[in-house]
T-cell receptor, first 115, second 109 residues
Framework: DAGVIQSPRHEVTEMGQEVTLRCKPI?????LFWYRQTMMRGLELLIY????????DSGMPEDRFSAKMPNASFSTLKIQPSEPRDSAVYFC?????????????FGSGTRLTVV | DQQVKQNSPSLSVQEGRISILNCDYT??????FLWYKKYPAEGPTFLIS?????DKNEDGRFTVFLNKSAKHLSLHIVPSQPGDSAVYFC????????FGKGTHLIIQP
């Protein structure tokens, strides 16, 4: 199994541009999570899906952020328009259950820099 | 309002000695706890976990202790090795996982 795959690994964009981050979860994992890591706030949950359906998006910071999961093997996190304060590392994770004593499997992350 | 707190941003330990990483939580609804390890440019990887019905779980050099009355857990690594140098995240589970900000562990040769 290739694990959770995220692309791109790095993204540098200008303020105001649209950014799309991509994630392929582990096959058979019914839960997909998007996290953001910053120095100030650590790892914070943005949104999670169960069987492709968004369950909790209360962590999405603003309407500029949106996430979709059109099928079991693909999810996107979109920021439009992007701002410098969105600069962070964005992680996607997947799991068989939302309550899993073995935790979630994380991707390698996308480092986003908005200039 | 942080529900999971790791109050030490960094910790330096000599190789061969014990590393103790601490974590406090505020939400009584958390019923399982995990530790993740993260190397630079990689995602966090699961290390060890503990259910709230236990007070200790051991896996090789890693032991997690849970004190429910104090809402405190700790990760002990003994003996510490250079490859243990990483950022360690504490996480607590109820509906989903809530993470602390992490502790950067540095193992000195």
């Amino acid at each position: 199994d290739a694990g959770v795959i995220q692309s791109p690994r790095h993204e540098v964009t200008e303020m105001g541009q649209e950014v799309t981050l991509r994630c392929k979860p582990i096959s058979g994992h019914d839960y997909l999570f998007w996290y953001r890591q910053t120095m100030m706030r650590g790892l914070e949950l943005l949104i999670y899906f169960n069987n492709n359906v968004p369950i909790d998006d209360s962590g999405m910071p603003e309407d500029r952020f949106s996430a979709k999961m059109p099928n079991a093997s693909f999810s996107t996190l979109k920021i439009q328009p992007s701002e410098p304060r969105d600069s962070a590392v964005y992680f996607c994770a997947s799991s068989r259950q939302d309550r899993d004593i073995y935790g979630y499997t994380f991707g390698s992350g996308t480092r986003l820099t908005v200039v | 309002d942080q529900q999971v707190k790791q109050n030490s941003p960094s910790l330096s330990v000599q190789e061969g000695r014990i590393s103790i990483l601490n974590c406090d939580y505020t939400n009584s609804m958390f019923d399982y706890f995990l530790w993740y390890k993260k190397y630079p440019a990689e995602g966090p990887t699961f290390l060890i976990s503990i259910s709230s019905i236990k007070d200790k779980n051991e896996d090789g050099r890693f032991t997690v202790f849970l004190n429910k009355s104090a809402k405190h857990l700790s990760l002990h690594i003994v003996p510490s090795q250079p490859g243990d140098s990483a950022v360690y995240f504490c996480a607590a589970g109820a509906d989903g996982l809530t993470f602390g900000k992490g502790t950067h562990l540095i193992i000195q040769p």
